[in-house]
């Protein structure tokens, strides 16, 4: 496999600085407001029949304000991209342009809300208190471990669909992903290997996903090595995938996993040595998906692997949320669903994979993220 | 003065139904997303430089992020138009209303939050937590006598615009017509007799106004009478304001008051008795500015007035906030302003009355809503 970069001119911080000037988002008018008539119907007095019917009947709110298809994006700004914890006002421009992706990919409306607390019972209080102000909550960029707690917090505490991206987002993708490579390999994924390096947010639940998808054999690794009920600093969500994961009682470092595996997804920023990715299995496929920085540079993975995929746009095979987001609350808010279910999860995944199935290659395994198909099809 | 309604066709309820489907609101991107490359510089991996510098300098969020002029239309839905305290959710289309009246009429982005509490504490929390998601805050429709604590703990605790548009956008608007109305009769506003009354938020802050403005004989009544000091029910507030109004004493109710008064200011919802109204002085001013009922009809009013006014648009002189809040709010965040101080509203009235004064007539004492001089000047 030949690994060539799409396109090399990089944008630069001229351009990016202008093109962030006075922000990303605006909000603009259903309907003009040009004359006494319009504020009539849009405002005083016309707007009271509005409210007179929803303070009957509160379901109406879904269809008559534009809470029914509002997707708040909240981050608290602990684990920023690549940049940590970088606070709520450094991470807005990230979420401002998430917001313009959902309404880019999935034609909902989405507002930022940024909160100056890392506190889970007072992010949940807030949201609990502005319920009635969204219809969904994409959750954004909050760090491991408490991520995992705050979204389960959310999940019961608000009647609307919830998701942190960062886990579910990425490990729909995967998924699809995963799927392709195997069918352009004439694989299933219930045979493969499947070594996952990193336990954070993403690196659990895309473990999980694999795990629900019919995957048996995965082996999941933090900063000390391969996850192992016991073994010191696996608590809490790593040490509930250590009993779930792991079947062959592989123990140690990278390259003991990687020894025969099938499959390497990288959601940890380690370098991967191309020694060590030397010992996977041939046919390989190798899931380099940190950003900015892949684990390994896609053609130094291609020596070794017959299907490469990273995060960046500049190589082929981009992993990118933005393939599942959008879909998925389109899909969940449009159906009027409370929850953002496994099964839902599962089934953005075939629809992803549905769309790329006509053109399935070793170089595209996912559709791009501009294919108009992909969000509609969730 | 002759009194004709301007239109009659009221809109209807489907009409007003249907330009209510899916809310008023909708974000929208500044820039297109139709590429790899766009999204390279908004998203990953451009968008990392914007947040590293904001990072460095906070400032700076200002100038790279929507935050710097969006506008958080805030309620509680405890008194919401003429309905009262019909809740968050019924609130929701006034809010959105609020929010696009920003964008039309003041070019600024704004959203509307609508809080499932009616605590101060909380809702002062609530805000605090999400000051790096918004630029200024437009309190609304919160039941008085809350509303006048919450203004105050939200000005000291958040560093930037805060304004609860009921009381002081009225009173601006108010302002500026009394001193268009002047200006037609060639009166002095502080040569006037003035009732005013209601003593909720509207009508306390046009007492205060009316008083800063230099206008000295201020009579305040609630629905038990005239505003004294030590009268059964004049607490908080209204005992703040009895001490500073009703320099000759007057007691007893709006008859009372109302006896040799060159200037009625409705704003109670009470009607006002024709005999009541009879008892003012020659050259009367009446603000009749409760919606969508006047205190008296504008035709029975100008039986015994020269001026008459309404908050309604389709009778002359309509006495509207978004006279005022755009353009208050608008050079508040052009200027980087951390308060709206009291000079600021004043001479906010000023810039109203100074675009309407080349056509002042009696009925024309302010200008239309829709006249695009309004919020520049302001």
């Known amino acids: 496999m030949t690994i060539v970069p799409e396109r090399t001119a990089t944008p630069t911080d001229e351009e990016i600085f202008a093109a962030h000037r006075g922000g990303k988002l605006a909000t603009g008018l259903t309907a003009p407001l040009q004359n006494a008539r319009d504020l009539a119907v849009a405002y005083t007095p016309g707007v009271a029949e509005v409210s ?51 309404k880019a990919f999935g034609g909902l409306d989405s507002i930022p809300l940024v909160l100056d607390t890392t506190d889970v019972d007072e992010i949940v209080e807030t949201l609990v208190r502005l319920r009635p102000s969204f219809g969904a909550v994409n959750l954004e960029d909050v760090a491991a471990p408490r991520c995992f707690e705050l979204e389960r917090r959310l999940v019961e505490a608000l009647d609307c669909p919830v998701m942190h991206d960062d886990q579910h987002g990425t490990a729909i993708v995967l998924l699809a992903a995963l799927r392709g490579a195997c069918a352009v390999q004439g694989r299933e994924p219930g045979e493969l290997r499947v070594v996952v390096s990193g336990a954070g947010a993403a690196g659990i639940a895309c473990a999980r996903i694999l795990l629900a998808a019919g995957v048996s054999d995965v082996v999941v690794l933090d900063s000390r090595g391969i ?140 559709p791009s993220p501009f294919d108009p198909r992909v969000a509609p099809a969730e």
Chains 1, 2 share one sequence.
């Open 227 to 366: 996850l192992v009920p016991g073994r010191d600093g696996v608590v809490g969500e790593k040490a509930a995938l250590a009993r779930v994961t792991n079947p062959r009682g592989v123990g140690g470092t990278l390259a003991d996993a990687l020894t025969g595996a099938d499959v390497f997804v990288g959601l940890s920023g380690a370098r991967l040595p191309e020694e060590v990715l030397a010992r996977m299995a041939p046919e390989g496929m190798v899931f380099a998906l940190s950003n900015p920085d892949p684990e390994v540079h896609p053609a130094v993975a291609a020596r070794h692997a017959a299907i490469v995929a990273t995060g960046r746009s500049d190589f082929p095979n981009q992993i990118n949320n933005v393939l599942a987001f959008p879909g998925v609350f389109r899909g969940a808010l449009d159906a009027g669903a409370r929850r953002i279910t496994e099964a839902m999860k599962l089934a953005a995944a075939d629809a992803i994979l549905e769309v790329a199935r006509d053109d399935l290659a070793s170089d595209r395994i996912v």
């Open 52 to 102: 007179r019917a929803i303070a009957a009947d509160a379901a109406l709110a879904h269809h008559y304000t534009w809470a029914g298809r509002l997707v708040a994006v909240v981050s608290d700004g602990t684990a920023v991209l690549g940049l940590g914890d970088i606070g709520p006002r450094a991470a807005l421009p990230v979420m401002e342009g998430k917001s313009a992706l959902f």
